[in-house]
């Protein structure tokens, strides 16, 4: 009895035993299981986490484009919009109609095909887009679409400009070229001494305005191309009695008194001086050609705050409210006739709102017809607004 009860115990034991290893093997199992779901938990995470990221630095990165884009699903539901694209929401005037145009675009890509399209917006302002819409493929199918919309209203404009440029270069230097042309055949067929002589003249004087065309284009492309133009302090009364100097001959002739308010000699401006003393001799210049004989024509400058004032005032025969807005233009002529007869060439008020935006400063007219013109050019000071202001007075 005593061997069988041994043994049954014995049994137990070992029964005991195999019970105890699998619990711990099966604790152990159950450790390993819940530190791999830890750590599938915590790689989930750290993937959400940068699924999160990557998809925030996109947006801001979409944000900063400056096209607008807009992204679809398959069925045309809306999934991402940049903040370029944010100004058609509830859109007012003529960007419903872009929105419109987008739209119709992008069912198109959905369909398969790309699709682009130039709008014109009346405004205003006055503006054109370049609407493109691409499919979004995934294995061959489309599961969704891309618009985009790009503000192209200056390369348009610049392209416009280009033409004009062009166009009206090519017509100022072929009326003189071909005045030229004509004027030497008929002086190689006269024998006449007087005739010649007279002819001789008129070359003289239309190859002076071809000269004066070519010298205002060199210094208009001049100008424009100087990204870092040379500045230096110069005083404004400087400018103003240079400027005078410059054109007192042709007011003489002319028969137009000018007239100098004296200007305050501390007051300076950073400025190239060629340039700028050429856009005064250029607004000085056309107030005589355009004012009457004993009208004067009246030059000074005035302290308004940080900036000063430098103004050109005729007596003349003005500009029509229809063109002030065209004046500035290169090759602008408000009389073609008139400014023919005074020798201009359609390009000094473009040199001198050139000049004047170069240094930082704006250039306004007030004209009424038959009253005469006042152009008024604001530049930043040198020395200071209210210290040069409170020494002046």
Known sequence: MSGAVVVLALAGWLCVAVIVLQLRTRSRELREARDALDDAR????DGIANAEARQH?????LDQAPDGIVVVDRIGREVFRNAASRRFDG?????VLALDALTELLRSALEG???ERELQLFGPPRQALLLRAYPLRRSGEVVGAVGFS???TEARRVESVRRDFVANVSHELKTPIGALALLAETMASSDDPDVVRK???RVVREADRLALIVDDLLDLSLIEAQESPTREPMPVAVLVDEAVDVVQAAADVAGVPVRV???PPEVEVSCDHRQLRSALVNLLDNAIKYSAPGDPVEVGATLVGERVALTVRDHGIGIPTRDLERIFERFYRVDRARSRDTGGTGLGLSIVRHVVQAHGGEVHVASREGEGSTFTVYLPLTNGGPRALSEAS
């Open 57 to 61: 630095w996109l947006t801001g990165a």
């Open 42 to 45: 915590e790689r989930a995470g």
């Open 150 to 152: 790009r503000d192209i």
């Open 113 to 115: 095909h790309s699709a």
């Open 91 to 95: 859109a007012p005037h003529g960007e």
């Open 199 to 201: 002819l001789a003249e």
């Open 261 to 263: 308010a004296p200007a």
